[in-house]
Nanobody, 122 residues
Framework: QVQLVESGGGLVQAGGSLRLSCAVS????????MGWFRQAPGKERELVAK????????FYSDSVKGRFTISRDNAKNTAYLQMNSLKPEDTAVYYC???????????????WGQGTQVTVSS
């Protein structure tokens, strides 16, 4: 059974940083695309960033480009999301996801974590 466990969320002031981790077990991590989504209250779940199997290709949404960095350590079966220069509008529950296709959506991820809350105060 596939299990994804996020950690690293919390409360931070605007301008601060957090690093989210996503530990994956139960499947071959190194064969899967990894992504991070977020969902704010009353809003749809949106893609934040994704990274290819080998880590050589990444994608960021316009809202986080230049501030967030996605990475992965295939030896540790873990994906990361480094979040810098955080803004109040980054407040959301953040979810990691494994996927078989680059075109990840909130509907076609293979497996999802339980989510971790990120709150940015102004």
């Amino acid at each position: 059974q596939v299990q994804l466990v996020e950690s690293g969320g919390g409360l931070v002031q605007a301008g601060g940083s957090l690093r989210l981790s996503c530990a994956v077990s139960g499947r071959t991590f190194s064969r899967n695309i990894m992504g991070w989504f977020r969902q704010a209250p009353g809003k749809e779940r949106e893609l934040v960033a994704k990274i290819s199997v080998g880590g050589g290709a990444t994608f960021y949404s316009d809202s986080v480009k230049g501030r967030f960095t996605i990475s992965r350590d295939n030896a540790k079966n873990t994906a990361y999301l480094q979040m810098n220069s955080l803004k109040p509008e980054d407040t959301a529950v953040y979810y990691c996801v494994t996927a078989s296709y680059w075109a990840i959506t909130s509907q076609n991820g293979d497996a999802w974590g339980q989510g971790t809350q990120v709150t940015v105060s102004s």
